[in-house]
């Protein structure tokens, strides 16, 4: 089973016939989504389809796409437009993923060597760059009220990340401007495939809001428990190597909740100087580097992460109350149950 049909399937466990009946829409638009992303992501220039279908090849939940046609079965279901959208973002997302490994200098993604690792730096950019490209040239056919959305996502997308890569500013809270990056790095995009399944499938304006602040807070919990996920020592499941994160300098929510511990625990200040020290541009095989990870994963800010992901959770699904009662909302607040359960 494909990893975005176990996604799909995860949602309707015990389904009702009216749900499994959602379910084949659902896996039907996911179809059509999958193979309109074969048909986009094939370039003129051999160099071109290889490198920016590496990433599309090597697989992926289709997280996004998941939630653009769920989104539009509150309005009049899975059409040309909606399938139009859900494979537009999944590009974006595609095309954002070359980038951040170049920052992150992260060595795996999905399984397989980074993009950068195989081509160098400056064709995984340019890979991004197409990937880019093609999604906006997607948008282009719905018209301007996509495009406007989809050039507000970007800029949101850029500063997240341009936020994340100077850090917080003199008088700002590490750990609310870290929680601000993520609305905008990875809430900003979720946020759009969710208003877009819902905007293009004719819902009704109040029910577009809902799911629009829905998805915002969503890409929170998706992007807290990932935080979690690079502490995990089995890259064979999660697809990353350990500690990548940390590694490239990125002070993830566990790392800032033990700064922030550590100003008044001996223990946790040994812990941060260990992790700044053995860690930090750590070869990913690095013993050392790995029992400091080690002890992270098991500190008490970790789990502590976890519970403000689950508090995000709780927040996306109250942000629920304009969606009428029915499979599709039981499906979106399963939804977040089944990327909390992404940790385990």
Known sequence: MSAHLALSARLFVGATLKDRALAKQIDDGLALVEAAL??????????ADVTARYLLDAGGKRVRPVLTLLAAQLGNGTGPKVIV???AVEITHLASLYHDDV???A????????????????????????LFARASQLVARLGEKAIRLQADTFERLVLGQLRETVGPQEGDDPIEHYLGVLTDKTGSLISSAAEMGALFAGADENVITAVRDYGEKVGVVFQLVDDVIDLSPQPEQTGKTPGTDLRAGVATLPLLKLRELAVLDQ???????????????????????????????????????????RQWANAAVASLGAVPEGSVKKALVRFTEVLLDRSS
Do not use: C, Y
Not at 291 to 304: D, N
């Open 267 to 309: 223990a946790a200040a040994e812990l941060v100087e260990r992790i700044e020290r053995d860690v930090v541009e750590a070869a990913a095989d690095d013993p050392k580097a790995l029992q400091v990870i080690e002890e992270l994963r098991l500190h008490p800010v970790t789990a502590e992460t976890f519970e403000t992901a």
């Open 38 to 47: 074969d048909k986009e992501a094939r370039f003129a220039d051999p160099v």
């Open 85 to 87: 959208a859900a494979t």
């Open 107 to 130: 060595e795996m993604r999905r399984g397989v060597p980074s993009a950068h690792t195989v081509w160098g730096n400056s064709v995984a950019i340019l890979a991004g760059d197409l």
């Open 103 to 105: 920052m992150d200098e």
